[in-house]
């Protein structure tokens, strides 16, 4: 016969296992995850749900000492500019011997508002492609031995709908390109390191209600990151290089 405290405790554990949801563990470690850029945003709603789902959480951020929402979830908290070789290579020197089971590339810009390309900085878009199509390399190629240490080999890059070529509408030169280039860089990728395993993937997160955003933008972080997370799980070989949205529709290139 049971005692009645063991099955008292065994009926709370069920109560919170449905609290919780289907497919989420707090206590249990689901493996690790690396985000960059979250400190606000969509990176910061990556963190706190990986984080709820019992993911041990490294965020990265330029000013980490300015990112006080990214510290209050209890994450390793990490400096990072992904503009800057040196950043990233003293990142992988931190993190050496650490296995990372997904690294999510969500650091990016906006870039320069030109109407025109008569109104384009050139050294801005310089720079706007640095930070959204070489900055997810530069830390993937860092980050490398620590991703063939970990179980999950997904590389997440994250695009937007703006780098479809077949759904071009004009305007935002230098980030339509950017994002055009991550997604070549990101496909490249996953024909090399398939092979191995790796699934490397870019995901659309859809018009989000943040900074770069804005307040009008339909969908909520909640939203767009829980979307996000399906898609990352249920990602297998097949998945490699390709273009999704967060609703795990299959977007055009």
Partial sequence: MKHPINSLFAGLCVCVGLLAGPGVNA????????????NRGIGLEFARQFRERG???IGTAREPEQAGELHQ???QVEQLDVADDGSARSLAQRLQGRSIDILINNAGIIGQPARSFTDLD??????TYQVNALGPMRVTRALYDNLKQGKGRKIVN????????????GGGYDYRASKVALNM?????ARELGKDGFISVVIHPGWVQTDMGGNSAPVTPEESIRGMIAVIDKLESESNGKFFEYTGKEMPW
Avoid: R
Wanted: glycine share 10%; aromatic share 10%; charged share 10%.
């Fill in 73 to 75: 979830l209890g994450v």
């Fill in 55 to 57: 993911y041990d959480v």
């Fill in 122 to 127: 050139f050294d801005k878009m310089a720079y």
């Fill in 158 to 169: 994250i695009t937007s709908v703006m780098g479809s070529i077949e759904m071009n509408f």
């Fill in 27 to 38: 206590t249990q470690d689901q493996g690790t995850v690396l985000i960059t850029g979250a």
């Fill in 185 to 189: 860089l990101t496909n490249t990728l």
